[in-house]
Nanobody, 126 residues
Framework: VQLQAFGGGLVQAGGSLRLSCVAS???????????MGWFRQAPGKEREFVAA????????DYAGSVKGRFTVSRDFGKRTGYLQMNNLKPEDTAVYYC?????????????????WGQGTLVTVSS
């Protein structure tokens, strides 16, 4: 299973970006019933949880720092997950990673995810 995240870029504070995460590979169907999560890592900092969504899309979870600004979603037919980021702030600057969970429910614990994308850089200028 491979996850590819894209959609990052340079944006001014207050702007928006939408990240996408596409799942592919021979065994991609094995993660169809699994949660999807987004994490980020800023320079010099540890990777942190951003948002996650259950496999049924009926449960979501957000880090306090992004709640109300970011929206996580997924499209089963396209095997794609999304992270809509609005009202971006300079402190949102980081490499963003998508991940497929080991279970069906969202988790803030990175060890609960066993497939990871390569990351996409988001830079927010002030």
């Amino acid at each position: 299973v491979q996850l590819q995240a894209f959609g990052g870029g340079l944006v001014q504070a207050g702007g928006s970006l939408r990240l996408s995460c596409v799942a592919s590979g021979r065994h991609v169907s094995t993660i169809s019933n699994n949660a999807m999560g987004w994490f980020r890592q800023a320079p010099g900092k540890e990777r942190e949880f951003v948002a996650a969504i259950s496999w049924r899309s009926d449960r979501t979870d957000y880090a306090g720092s992004v709640k109300g600004r970011f929206t996580v979603s997924r499209d089963f037919g396209k095997r794609t997950g999304y992270l809509q980021m609005n009202n971006l702030k300079p402190e949102d600057t980081a490499v963003y990673y998508c991940a497929a969970g080991r279970g069906s429910m969202p988790s803030r614990d990175s060890t609960m995810y066993n497939y990871w994308g390569q990351g996409t850089l988001v830079t927010v200028s002030s």
